[in-house]
C-alpha cells in the first residue's frame, strides 16, 4: 500500500488532464499576485534518489510525494486481503527563487491546485477514475483527510515551501 498509493497520488498530478499544471490556471490568487509556473517534474522517493536527499531537482518548480502517515491495517491476517486506513502520502513543493515571498505565494497556490487534483481523482464527474487509483493491486479507495501548509524550509539549492498531507482508505485487490 506504501509504495502504491505514492505512485497513484504522483501518476494523478503528472496527468495532463487532472494533474497540478491542469489545476493552476483554475486557483482564485490575490490581485498582483501572478500565476505560479507550471510544476516541471513530479518525482517520487521510490523512483529517484534525490528525493532522499533532498538534492536539487533536475528542474525547479518540482513535486516530491513521499510516504506520510503510517497505515492502519484492518482484517490483516484475518483475512487474505489487506484494507488499510488513515494512510498517508506527502506532497513537497520545491522551488528556487530570488524571492523567498513570491517562492511561498507560489507554493501555497501550487499545493492547492495539488489538493484540487486529488480531489478530482475521486470524482467521476471530474475526469477521475477507479482504474486511475489502482497499481499493482492496491487501489486507493476514498480520500478521508488533509493538512496542509507553508514550510518555508531552506535547503543548500532551494527550498521546500509548501506542503500538503493526504490520507486514504484503500484496499487490495488480489484473489
Given at each position: 500500500m506504501i509504495v502504491e498509493s505514492v505512485k497513484i497520488v504522483a501518476d494523478a498530478l503528472a496527468d495532463a488532464t487532472i494533474g497540478?499544471?491542469?489545476q493552476i490556471p483554475t486557483v482564485p490568487r490575490f490581485a498582483g499576485h501572478d500565476q505560479p509556473p507550471n510544476v516541471k517534474n513530479v518525482l517520487t522517493i521510490f523512483d529517484d534518489e534525490r528525493t532522499a536527499s533532498e538534492e536539487d531537482p533536475a528542474d525547479w518548480p518540482a513535486l516530491i510525494v513521499t510516504v506520510g502517515t503510517p497505515w492502519s491495517l484492518d482484517g490483516f491476517p484475518l483475512t487474505d486481503n489487506l484494507q488499510g486506513r488513515?494512510?498517508?502520502v506527502s506532497v513537497l513543493y520545491y522551488t528556487r527563487k530570488p524571492d523567498?515571498?513570491?517562492a511561498l505565494r507560489d507554493g501555497y497556490y501550487t499545493i492547492r491546485a495539488a489538493l484540487w487534483t486529488l480531489v478530482d481523482l475521486f470524482d467521476p464527474g471530474?475526469?477521475?477514475?477507479?482504474?486511475d487509483r489502482v497499481q499493482n493491486?492496491?487501489?486507493l479507495e476514498a480520500l478521508t483527510g488533509h493538512?496542509?501548509?507553508l514550510t518555508g524550509r531552506r535547503l543548500d539549492s532551494g527550498a521546500v515551501t509548501a506542503r500538503l498531507?493526504?490520507?486514504?482508505?484503500?484496499r487490495e485487490l488480489l484473489p
Amino acid at each position: 500500500m506504501i509504495v502504491e498509493s505514492v505512485k497513484i497520488v504522483a501518476d494523478a498530478l503528472a496527468d495532463a488532464t487532472i494533474g497540478v499544471n491542469a489545476q493552476i490556471p483554475t486557483v482564485p490568487r490575490f490581485a498582483g499576485h501572478d500565476q505560479p509556473p507550471n510544476v516541471k517534474n513530479v518525482l517520487t522517493i521510490f523512483d529517484d534518489e534525490r528525493t532522499a536527499s533532498e538534492e536539487d531537482p533536475a528542474d525547479w518548480p518540482a513535486l516530491i510525494v513521499t510516504v506520510g502517515t503510517p497505515w492502519s491495517l484492518d482484517g490483516f491476517p484475518l483475512t487474505d486481503n489487506l484494507q488499510g486506513r488513515g494512510g498517508g502520502v506527502s506532497v513537497l513543493y520545491y522551488t528556487r527563487k530570488p524571492d523567498y515571498e513570491v517562492a511561498l505565494r507560489d507554493g501555497y497556490y501550487t499545493i492547492r491546485a495539488a489538493l484540487w487534483t486529488l480531489v478530482d481523482l475521486f470524482d467521476p464527474g471530474r475526469a477521475g477514475s477507479e482504474a486511475d487509483r489502482v497499481q499493482n493491486g492496491i487501489q486507493l479507495e476514498a480520500l478521508t483527510g488533509h493538512t496542509m501548509g507553508l514550510t518555508g524550509r531552506r535547503l543548500d539549492s532551494g527550498a521546500v515551501t509548501a506542503r500538503l498531507d493526504s490520507q486514504f482508505q484503500a484496499r487490495e485487490l488480489l484473489p
